[in-house]
């Protein structure tokens, strides 16, 4: 049973273009969700986080939103980059009153950014 | 500061056998997480690890162990290796607080034969 959804496994937009990356969840009770970029190689480097309370979140490029009532969040990277090239993963989790940090991640997204 | 660091980066055993992989966190991160990441199921969560003590765990075999020393460095064990465990294993670290983000390293790829 899949808790958190990237339905689209590929993704490919233009340099300067916006790119929108989906996430769907199951898990009502998941409170804090994260996008994480990793390269090959690489481990996954944290992108940006967004708690329930809120329904966007900022930090340059990077914008998430989340919709709580439908369950789905999306991460928006303006303008998009050449070096933004990675595969994008979509995590949750929930407090479990001090036994936390379980991450429920999505099966990633490649985007890809043309020059 | 320096990164988390996995070792080793690559492994190559076979089936029957056991592996212990390691991970040091990020000085002061008390809180070590570790996952696994396969191409068809993703990456999925086996257990953390806070002051020495595991605090949240994944839905994995009992053949899947760890542990974590007084320093934070943590080791995971996987004992009677099946063709299946072959994935990238990832440990990430944190402070330790819910809100905390996790640094993942660059992982340990697994290879049972």
């Known amino acids: ?115 | 500061k320096a990164g988390v660091t996995q070792t080793p980066r690559y492994l190559i055993k076979t089936r029957g056998q056991q592996v212990t992989l390691s991970c040091s966190p990020i000085s002061g991160h008390r809180s070590v997480s570790w996952y696994q990441q396969t191409p068809g199921q993703g990456l999925q969560f086996l257990f953390e690890y806070f002051s020495e003590t595991q605090r949240n765990k994944g839905n994995f075999p009992g053949r899947f162990s760890g542990r974590q020393f007084s320093n934070s460095r943590s080791e995971m064990n996987v004992s009677t290796l099946e063709l299946g465990d072959s994935a990238l294993y990832l440990c990430a670290s944190s402070p330790g607080s819910y809100t905390d983000t996790q640094y993942f390293g660059p992982g340990t790829r697994l290879t049972v034969l």
């Open chain 1, 1 to 115: 049973d899949q808790q958190v959804k990237q339905n689209s496994p590929s993704l490919s937009v233009q340099e300067g273009r916006i790119s929108i990356l989906n996430c769907d969840y199951t898990n009502s009770m998941f409170d804090y969700f994260l996008w994480y970029k990793k390269y090959p190689a690489e481990g996954p480097t944290f992108l940006i986080s967004i708690s329930s309370i809120k329904d966007k979140n900022e930090d340059g490029r990077f914008t998430v939103f989340l919709n709580k009532s439908a369950k789905h969040l999306s991460l928006h990277i303006v303008p998009s980059q050449p070096g933004d090239s990675a595969v994008y993963f979509c995590a949750a989790s929930e407090d479990s009153g001090g036994s936390n940090y379980k991450l429920t991640f999505g099966k990633g997204t490649l985007l890809t950014v043309n020059p």
